[in-house]
């Protein structure tokens, strides 16, 4: 179904083209304080066409809210926010109604519901994380009001590029310094030469996202099924074109041994407080699938775009072979607006994991 | 919640220690013929103490089904099943009371839940994962007659050693003849090998358990959230000591151009029958999150086993610096029963998509 | 939550004044032909304002269709739908922005959530409504496409009138014929001159609706929780001024004996087919919870409303006593615009359980 | 399916005849003191064989707990209770093997699965609810610790007697001391008597069930569709035997009109607090479907038990006519059990909503 979470609940709702895409945030606290600009600031993070290396649409991706909020707080009841979509040019997709683009979801769309909007790509089109976005600006909210919690993301690898990130030390300034959102300063030139290469090359890149969530409150997570790490997981892999997630050391840890791996707990004395910590995180900030108050730390990957500007060899929905012919514009490498829809992603999980926390005691 | 699946719906319990563990099946069609052999050969996979390379301890895990069959066959109600804990013996835990285990999940309960039993894992010991088994042997049968649907799972690498399989043509008798549940013949005795060393050493080892789908029908998954690949990832990232999950060309496939990338469709015909397939399989059987026909490909990557004979520093509840000793007993690498597990999560999230496809037409 | 239904799941949002009010219908099966006149004519039998009988507000009330119907039918992605709030008139309800007003949920919400929408009834609004009938009005067209069922509600009684309505023949021209909804020309007149007292005496009126849902399969339902009798209960009573919720005998049955009672089988033999029926139907249609094929027939009791004209004793947040002054405008009897609502809720219900049913085969 | 609650959660199994029945509570806060007695003295008000008055069968009862309790307390993890069937004697079904018994879910079932277990009631039967108690138990403990709320449950009305009960003040020795669970010492020997001659009769009585629940706090339910009264309804309506529900007012309010209905609110000063209250409690303890501190106040029909002592005629599941012979014992009258049972229910409710409410802040 199109709702994700438990008590911090979204909606998203709405096709690339023709309407409008939305979300409804169920179960947001009450007495929130709202900046609906935060809210445009995450839109505009994950709108197409901020810079060259971008998509050359124009989508100017205003939100509306329509519910949920007054005098600038929240009630407690559904947000509602909308964004109508303005580039509805069906003729543009035209060519498209018969075809099966390679690696999109025209053709298990087909199959799953014998019908599919043929006009862009339908609830398969990244612009269905708009609503997600959204509702993640409103989790952010909630998680620094309540427990001081941040998300972060960055680009940390595009196509053979790695780039070098202290997951414990970035800001959101680093990252939005960087019109690749690499905050490596040595890497990220390098990344945006490549990406501009792909095009030139009528070609798209692939990569790496690294997400971090610092100060997190020990003891968020539920055994068994929906342990932190499982439903970053989920979160994750339920965006559009990814392939891969890992957490701490990951698929790397695997060629460690316990003795290498288990992270040696110590106590941490500071001027008034202490608190158990780990000497390393190898864990990536969950043990037993719930938060133990360090980092967490997450990489997902994402494949190459599948709309590319080169011909490709395909079949209509008959099964004749057809060429599909370059449509003169693409996204290179989405990877540089995936950072505000992890981060969202991020926050909406761990909203909903701190107010079922909150409701056990 | 300790809940999972929408239609096909298992609901686990138990601790490791004291009572019993166990299921309740929900959402299973009327009318299935359930074999009670073939749900005990799945638990006797998962069990412990199947050959020397595994823990010494001796669990004969019996099942019990109390409810929710009749005469041989399914009612579509409940179906509880249980396995009675024998191996309760407290005075072996008493040392580990007022302990921290490095990498377990003692800590984090103690925060989440201000109690805990420590007789054992509780809830975060791979024991939990006898309901999933069992329940997932019911979900393999509803596959069978329903779909035709197959999954299968093996030791793809274990420490530094990886494996060849051919995941299209490997078959069940394959893995179980290999005490590492590794196809490779070549790889596996080094696996073994492997692994003796490592239980000399006092050590453990982690690695990763490749999953095939196979004959599964197109359609399965649902936009948005609750894509395959999303429902699988979680389902995965559920299970005790798993730190990544990646599906066809994975992290891999980030260094990849889309042109490289992309599956091309063409049409397969046969006698009788045509069908639109991929020349390659890059998307690891889904696309926009709904299975394409392909086979649905896999890898999850496990941590080494937290537990190790060697003596380690930690701490206690108050914080003291102390020292783990050695048990006298460890796992040196649990990978060799997980095939089961994977397997039984695969046909459960299956099972379920395949419901809920049902209800739309 | 503001979540309904299971596989056919409606999410509602919006507050009475500012914004919208709308609705998210998740689950829709594809290829389902939509007219949105049947949508906008349910609206309109829901909307105040349709007689002198009805509130003088006049509201228009158009919907808008935002996602998931393409070329006149569904898509089976989410369908989203609002309507803009025309009313808005603070200044209106400033003398109620300190006011606990009685029956009304203005103390509970305040005490629920520390702030409260005083301008109007915020999310407790019958507006809220407007997104149910919506939905409904889909769901009643997935019923007519795919069981041929059919829902209907008509006003039963109105204070201490009573009409007499045969719920086996009763049809939707008959209940809209009647300015009260009631088809029953002798008691409707007196009806109608009963609510044109209670407004002149600044008073209201409760009232009884009943409603009929015929052709259901036979097989709806789920034992145990989800009985069909126990989600229609749940959603009749989530209704605004709801009091009470009866099926079959309802109330009146408990004066009976068994044997009296109890439904008869028999054998309806007709020209070509036979099916089993039964001679009685003080089930009111379900047994164990599930549809047995015979009309569903059930009450739902609507205290009267508690906006009235007269002045009322309450208190204000800080509680001290004030006098409620008349608003100068009120509907005295909802009741004639709710069997659009009723008969949306039952749809609703019965379309998700349609659904859940075919997935079990 | 067969699970009930949002964060309190329990999932029912078990048949009424073969293996056992039980539950599995899902969401219990941790750290509270569990009484197995006070579980197993919930067992024994709900079972057959108590006095003269209910069903003759002997059934023992006895709970086991099997997880989630350590050492007296709540782990937090699911608590798993069984209680074994004792009674299964399939040759005194084996008559009913292809009948259909009037108003019995034995057509229903077999239309809805194909298959249906006809030793007994299956899921149908009364037993089911043995899982509901065991979890209502527990669930009232909770209430009493987190908020001092009791529920209290008891006849009100059986065949035509209805008896006088102060909500508000009767205890649970008043309940129990009576034979037929019913605190009305003049009308309670009638009921008894009544009782009696039906059971000479060879037929059932049905009744009405009142439940009242004090010491609530403000706040609970939620707006829209989990009202507390919805939930409530829901709850109740999914008991067997049960054909309406009514809250505050209920059905007999619908005569009166607004001004008498509308609950004035007031501020009673106590000693040291003072706090809003409604003269009147004519809405049952809440407003816009969240508690408001009052009591909570509603009743349930329960139709008279179909199982009765004369000779019926039915249908076959050919469709053959043949006559139900009476099969020697009966039950003449369920609703001496099922205080116990409504009470359970309701403290399922109101713990899910406490649970709920708490996530909040």
Chains 1, 2, 3, 4 share one sequence.
Request: glycine fraction near 10%; charge should be negative.
């Amino acid at each position: 179904m199109n709702t994700f979470g438990h008590l911090f609940r979204i909606t998203t709702w709405g096709e690339s083209h023709g309407g409008a895409v939305g979300v409804v945030v169920d179960g947001c606290p009450p007495q929130i304080a709202l900046d609906i600009s935060t809210i445009q600031f995450e839109l505009d993070r994950r709108r197409p066409g901020q810079s060259h290396l971008t998509t050359p649409r124009q989508e100017s991706d205003v939100v509306e809210i329509l519910s949920g909020v007054f005098e600038g707080k929240t009630l407690g009841t559904p947000i509602s926010m909308l964004v109508w979509n303005k580039d509805a040019r069906p003729a543009a997709y035209e060519h498209l109604k018969q075809l099966y683009r390679p690696s999109h979801a025209d053709f298990t769309y087909q199959e799953k519901y014998g019908i599919r909007n043929w006009q862009g790509g339908g609830r398969a089109s990244a612009r269905e994380t708009i609503g997600r976005v959204a509702a993640g600006a409103i989790a952010k909210q909630v998680l620094r009001e309540m427990s001081g919690t941040e998300t972060l993301a960055y680009v940390k690898q595009i196509h053979t590029l790695e780039a070098e990130v202290d997951a414990d030390t970035v800001t959101l300034e680093d990252i939005e310094a960087s019109p690749v959102r690499c905050p490596d300063p040595i890497v990220a030139p390098k990344m945006a030469e490549r990406i501009d290469q792909a095009r030139r090359d009528l070609d798209s890149l692939g990569g790496v996202i690294e997400s971090v969530a610092r100060n997190v409150p020990v003891g968020l997570g539920e055994p068994v099924f929906d342990k932190l790490k499982a439903d970053l997981a989920k979160a994750m892999m339920s965006l559009p074109a990814t392939m891969g997630f890992q957490i701490g050391s990951g698929f790397g840890g695997v060629t460690m041994t316990g003795s290498e791996h288990n992270d040696p707990f110590y106590l941490e004395k500071g001027d008034q407080t202490e608190r158990i910590r780990t000497r390393t995180n190898n864990s990536g900030g969950t043990q037993g699938g719930i938060s133990n108050g360090e980092n967490i730390l997450f990489q997902i990957a994402f494949k190459p775009t599948a709309t590319i500007g080169k011909p490709q060899q395909t079949v209509d929905m008959q099964g004749n072979e057809v060429t599909l012919e370059a449509s003169g514009r693409h996204d290179p490498c989405v990877l540089v607006r995936a950072p505000a829809i992890v981060e969202a992603m991020a926050a909406l999980v761990l909203t909903d994991h701190l107010l079922r926390q909150r409701a056990k005691f």
